[in-house]
């Protein structure tokens, strides 16, 4: 990534020639280090295919092997029970112990179900006749694939909420019950301020 912000390039042809030109290969002694070459990335691709041929399949054909009928019973009771009732309780935790007591002009409640399952509105927050909303993610799920990326579907219905209510949906991501991405809370309080003009 710090090579590509370097670059800043204009095409997928100049960053391959950038990155040929400047990536190294990593070495205790940085005078040690080689120049990164479609050769040097092939062959990270072989070892890559060896390690899944001789480890990572016999493991999970192994496991696959072993999988018992109470394994799959046991699964789908933690996804839809345990999983269920901890995402609740984090919801919980993040808006009661965190926004609410950050922001005690703001009344936070949770959001109807069909606002919740169709919006990804967890909760709504009101100011004056103006409500924002809140989704609330694991923190994981920013860490999954480089960071989170809402999908077209949740992009068209935070801006139908924004729309029909006035307000943006924030994104907040919990740590065991606090707010991870602090950054938000800056952006919330500048939401609020607005709302309050309007």
């Not at 479609?38 to 999988?67: D, H, M, Y």
């Not at 019973?73 to 993040?94: A, F, L, P, Q």
């Not at 069909?114 to 993610?137: M, N, T």
Request: charged residues 25%.
């Amino acid at each position: 990534m710090a090579l590509i912000r370097d670059c800043q390039p204009n095409s997928l042809k100049q960053w391959e020639e950038y990155y040929f030109n400047n990536a190294k290969t990593e070495a205790k002694d940085p005078s040690k280090a080689n120049n990164v070459t479609k050769a040097t990335l092939s062959e990270l691709g072989e070892r890559l295919f060896n390690k899944i041929q001789e480890f990572v399949i016999p493991e999970w054909q192994e496991a696959f092997c072993q999988l018992t009928l109470q394994d799959c019973i046991d699964y789908i009771y933690n996804v839809t029970v345990c999983r269920t009732y901890d995402g609740y309780v984090r919801e919980k935790s993040v808006v009661n112990d965190g926004l609410a007591k950050i922001f005690k002009d703001v009344t936070f409640e949770e959001s109807d179900p069909e606002l919740d399952h169709s919006g990804d509105v967890d909760y709504v927050a009101k100011v004056g006749q103006y409500q924002f909303g809140i989704q609330i993610k694991p923190v994981t799920a920013s860490a999954n694939f480089g960071g989170y990326s809402l999908s077209e579907r949740m992009k068209t219905s935070f801006e139908d909420f924004t729309e029909k209510y006035g307000g943006k949906v924030f994104i907040v991501y919990s740590l065991k019950g606090s707010i991870a991405n602090q950054d938000v809370i800056a952006d919330i309080e500048n939401e609020i301020r607005r709302l309050q003009s309007l």
